[in-house]
């Protein structure tokens, strides 16, 4: 018999010459407190969540990676696929049912690449291979995906994006969504509705993983740097937990889940990370300030 909240993940954090890459594959259930209910609400508009002062079951499955290059010419690379679903809370005076009924289930993910030093035919190549993938599934995927991208990995203290972006989505299922077309609308572009569709659309990205990120990497891991390039490297690294730690839902969600496994949920943050007091780095006319611009106005 398991516990009422149990987490089940298989982690894997590396440590080899080229840099720092970790993989989580988690299995969650258990019943979700009213403050995760409230926070999940908010996130997802999609679906309206009952109130339950006692809370609602739940069960998420999902796979994680990162990647945190050692070379500062390497970008990092993350990418997230998951399966989340609310069931119905079980009358303990009543005998409990085969199946609970689902309230709600969705699938998510997206990946995004956020360098130290911007090589604009790396960020041509990882969008393209991505947008590849989700065309096969409807053309207005990627650019919707890649908007969400751009608007959810965004530093508002900094005034500006974690990084070059990607793709980000959440609630995809069979029913309407706020930010897609409705699929019984006349004029609607195709889209994934029905769980084997979008689990179809999950493999795809997730299979377009190593094909976006691997050359990128294999060309610049072995690129000499500099000890001022290596602490610029740092210092955005810094960025990178600023938002990992302030705004990340997951993150979030994953500090709130009882029983869940803090090593596996902050797997994303860097091993070494730096922060400077108005650091003259990212100056006009440098290479640093090349990729800032780019963070600042997202093309």
Known sequence: MRPPNSSETLGCALKVERGNPGVNISIVHGILPPAAIKQMRADHTS???PDRPEGLPFFAAGISLV???RNPHAPTVHANYRYFEITEPVNENQPAPEKSKVLAWWFGGGCD???SYLYEEDAVHFHTTIKNACDKH???LYPK???WCDEYFYIPHRNESRGIGGIFFDDLNEGPHVRL????SPDAAPRPTSPAEIFSLMQDLGNAFIPSYLPILK???SMPFTPSERRWQLLRRGRYVEFNLVYDRGTKFGLMTPGARIESILMSLPETARWEYMSEMGEEGTEEAK???VLKEPK
Do not use: C, E, W, Y
Not at 181 to 184: A, R
């Open 67 to 69: 990647i945190h290059p």
């Open 181 to 184: 077309n409705s699929p019984d």
């Open 291 to 293: 990729l800032v611009k």
């Open 138 to 140: 409807g053309p207005q």
């Open 145 to 147: 995906f890649k908007k």
């Open 47 to 49: 679906m309206p969540l």
């Open 219 to 221: 060309a610049r891991s």
């Open 113 to 115: 690449l956020t360098p």
